[in-house]
């Protein structure tokens, strides 16, 4: 089967209040600076929530408890992973045109493996998906990459983009 999609448009709403995998105070802890030392709080905790999102961006992950996904294309011929898994338990994946008219489910198919979802279909004229996906686990070493991240950024003052992809490489998500 010949895969396309085109026009993809992802929107992002968290459901619960949104505390971040990693603290200032472990971020602190890696910079080896006192806790006593308040006047970079505000530069850290901004920069925690940064790199946070620019590692899930760019790994199409979700690092926070909750959060509504929704998924939309133009066109979709194929399959695509879906962005942000895993699906939070028990929650169904609306699958609408782009007129949210609900689409019969005799005409996708919609696989859910631990961590990763998989959706196919033939929709010439667009289709949408919205569903809840929760966290990711969060290993030492996803918090880890995190806290180097912030580091790196507030240390180096370098792209928050190029050392969350350097401090994520090689890291897989569940």
Known sequence: M???????????????????????????AGLNMPLSITVHDLELTRLITSCRMAAESARQVNLIPERGVKVAWQQFNGDAALPYCPLKSGTSVTVTDLKDVAIDESQYTLTNLEGFCLFEGYFPNGVKLSYTAKSATITAQVKDALIRSVGACFEQKVKISDVVNEQFRGIYFK
């Open 2 to 28: 010949d895969v396309y999609t085109y026009g993809e448009m992802i929107v992002l709403t968290d459901v619960t209040a949104t505390p971040e995998p990693i603290t200032l105070t472990e971020v602190k």
